[in-house]
């Protein structure tokens, strides 16, 4: 689904001690076959990608986020604006006024069903609706909208099958004024395929009553199809809103992305059923955390296992075993770090973390790897001889002013970076295991 290719897209970001171009268009690149393979209109995706791309690189990262969570976010964000952000309600006639609402669509999207799963709707919000049978090709039709019309216990209006679909609606109006139904909601025909015959009848019943709002109803199902019909729909007889329907089938989610990114028409509502109350309010938020499967991907990240480079860390390991890690080794352990995001989750992966050391010692080993201080932790060994960096015992006072003028710090800074390599290299001694192992697991993020 489309659910598990996006959480796949995420997997690989896992752990991720920032967010480089590269993991960026990599997880992109999978969301982007992803949402392609869901149906999703190209251009839709070659937008969101890039609006997910520009935000996400360089990001900072949050508070409480990890890079991976970073992604998701932003791309549930994203999600969320290509669906139209907000919830609209289908606008009413001020006063007194009667609200016209016509259905429309392709034969089989659901107008009938959804015509009385939305005076099942207005009814519960004290309108007084009136479903009326405009559909006349299908002597079915008709019975189908009267039985739903007595399930739902609201008021029906059909003239038989002899009459045009305009005056039936015209009829209805009148019915409605007479009988105080301030909401008329025409069941319209469709046919297999947009054609002009059902155009002009559209536009007839149009120009006969005054409709306020044309409401598209579109089978998911459909994917692309769907949104083409939109389209279409929409330059030919204008449409105000739309009407997902069975997105509770096995749906594979392009259209409702879609649709709103190419027609600009919002989703009112989405049918997730073929009883008469399952049409749903929607809500582009919570659709896309569906697609998202937000909570999925979230659990699934924070169980998130660990690679590290296996080759290297075991002979990070070594030297720790023989106490001789040096400078050399820190900038290895530093990239890893870097890669990683923080040495508190390389503490974070060592069963028996705590033993010998305080938190005040690892809260200090931390602020090192601080993405800022990191850059000036470089400078410093960078700045070093090799001598210097693979011998740390020959580390005085008279090389350190010079490292400091070398990397332009203050010898300050160097000096509490060379006191924090000895304090790391202690604790290393302390717990053999460090850098060891491949694919432990985290104990999270
Ligand atoms: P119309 O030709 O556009 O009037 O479509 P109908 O209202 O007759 O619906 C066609 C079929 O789709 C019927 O069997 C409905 O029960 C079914 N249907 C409509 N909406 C939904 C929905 O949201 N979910 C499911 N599963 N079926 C639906
Ligand atoms: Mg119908």
Redesign the pocket.
């Given at each position: 689904s489309l659910s598990e290719k996006l959480q796949n897209a995420f997997r690989n970001l896992r752990g991720k001690g920032r967010l480089s171009e590269d993991d960026v268009k990599l997880a992109l690149k999978e969301i982007r076959i992803a949402l392609l393979e869901a149906d999703v209109n190209y251009r839709v995706v070659k937008d969101f990608t890039r609006a997910v791309q520009e935000r996400a690189v360089g990001t900072d990262i949050l508070n409480g986020l990890n890079p991976a969570q970073q992604v998701v976010k932003l791309v549930d964000e994203e999600l969320t604006r290509m669906m139209g952000s907000e919830t609209r309600e289908i606008a009413y006639r001020p006063g007194q006024e009667i609200t016209v609402i016509m259905m429309i669509?392709?034969?089989?999207?659901?107008?009938?069903?959804?015509a009385a799963k939305l005076a099942g709707k207005m009814k519960q919000k004290g309108k007084r609706p009136l479903l009326v049978a405009c559909?006349i090709y299908r002597p079915a039709?008709i019975d189908?909208l009267r039985i739903n019309a007595e399930k739902q216990q609201v008021a029906f209006f059909s003239m038989g099958d002899k009459n045009r679909p305009s005056d039936i609606a015209r009829a209805a109006y009148e019915h409605a004024r007479k009988n105080n139904n301030n909401v008329l909601i025409l069941?319209t025909a469709?046919r297999l395929h947009i054609d002009e015959d059902m155009m002009a009848e559209l536009e007839e019943i149009k120009s006969g009553v005054d409709v306020a709002q044309t409401i598209l109803?579109v089978d998911a199902m459909t994917g692309q199809d769907a949104v083409n019909v939109a389209q279409t729909f929409d330059q030919k007889v204008g449409v105000d809103g739309v009407i997902l329907?069975?997105?509770?089938?096995d749906s594979r989610g392009g259209a409702a992305l879609s649709i709103r990114a190419v027609t600009g028409k919002p989703i009112l509502y989405v049918?997730?059923?073929?009883k008469l109350s399952?049409l749903e309010q929607f809500y582009p938020d919570r659709m896309a955390s569906r697609i998202l499967g937000m909570g999925d991907v979230l659990s699934l990240i924070e169980k998130a296992e660990q690679e590290i480079d296996a080759e290297e860390a075991a002979k990070l390991t070594d030297k720790v075993k023989k106490a001789e890690f040096d400078y050399n080794d820190y900038l290895t352990s530093l990239s890893q770090m870097r890669k990683m995001g923080g040495i508190s989750s390389i503490l974070g992966m060592l069963p028996g973390l705590g033993m010998g050391v305080s938190k005040s010692q690892m809260s200090q080993i931390e602020g090192a790897v601080d993405e800022k201080k990191l850059a000036r932790t470089e400078a410093i060994i960078h700045s070093m001889t090799p001598q210097e960096r693979s011998d740390p015992k020959i580390m005085n006072i008279h090389r350190k002013h010079r490292i400091a003028r070398g990397a332009g710090l203050d010898i300050a800074e160097v000096n509490r970076f060379v006191k924090q390599f000895e304090q790391t290299r202690k604790m290393m001694k302390k717990m053999p295991g460090l850098m060891g192992g491949k694919g432990r697991r985290r104990g999270g993020f």
């Amino acid at each position: 689904s489309l659910s598990e290719k996006l959480q796949n897209a995420f997997r690989n970001l896992r752990g991720k001690g920032r967010l480089s171009e590269d993991d960026v268009k990599l997880a992109l690149k999978e969301i982007r076959i992803a949402l392609l393979e869901a149906d999703v209109n190209y251009r839709v995706v070659k937008d969101f990608t890039r609006a997910v791309q520009e935000r996400a690189v360089g990001t900072d990262i949050l508070n409480g986020l990890n890079p991976a969570q970073q992604v998701v976010k932003l791309v549930d964000e994203e999600l969320t604006r290509m669906m139209g952000s907000e919830t609209r309600e289908i606008a009413y006639r001020p006063g007194q006024e009667i609200t016209v609402i016509m259905m429309i669509g392709l034969q089989g999207a659901g107008k009938t069903t959804t015509a009385a799963k939305l005076a099942g709707k207005m009814k519960q919000k004290g309108k007084r609706p009136l479903l009326v049978a405009c559909d006349i090709y299908r002597p079915a039709a008709i019975d189908q909208l009267r039985i739903n019309a007595e399930k739902q216990q609201v008021a029906f209006f059909s003239m038989g099958d002899k009459n045009r679909p305009s005056d039936i609606a015209r009829a209805a109006y009148e019915h409605a004024r007479k009988n105080n139904n301030n909401v008329l909601i025409l069941d319209t025909a469709g046919r297999l395929h947009i054609d002009e015959d059902m155009m002009a009848e559209l536009e007839e019943i149009k120009s006969g009553v005054d409709v306020a709002q044309t409401i598209l109803v579109v089978d998911a199902m459909t994917g692309q199809d769907a949104v083409n019909v939109a389209q279409t729909f929409d330059q030919k007889v204008g449409v105000d809103g739309v009407i997902l329907t069975k997105l509770d089938g096995d749906s594979r989610g392009g259209a409702a992305l879609s649709i709103r990114a190419v027609t600009g028409k919002p989703i009112l509502y989405v049918g997730m059923g073929e009883k008469l109350s399952d049409l749903e309010q929607f809500y582009p938020d919570r659709m896309a955390s569906r697609i998202l499967g937000m909570g999925d991907v979230l659990s699934l990240i924070e169980k998130a296992e660990q690679e590290i480079d296996a080759e290297e860390a075991a002979k990070l390991t070594d030297k720790v075993k023989k106490a001789e890690f040096d400078y050399n080794d820190y900038l290895t352990s530093l990239s890893q770090m870097r890669k990683m995001g923080g040495i508190s989750s390389i503490l974070g992966m060592l069963p028996g973390l705590g033993m010998g050391v305080s938190k005040s010692q690892m809260s200090q080993i931390e602020g090192a790897v601080d993405e800022k201080k990191l850059a000036r932790t470089e400078a410093i060994i960078h700045s070093m001889t090799p001598q210097e960096r693979s011998d740390p015992k020959i580390m005085n006072i008279h090389r350190k002013h010079r490292i400091a003028r070398g990397a332009g710090l203050d010898i300050a800074e160097v000096n509490r970076f060379v006191k924090q390599f000895e304090q790391t290299r202690k604790m290393m001694k302390k717990m053999p295991g460090l850098m060891g192992g491949k694919g432990r697991r985290r104990g999270g993020f």
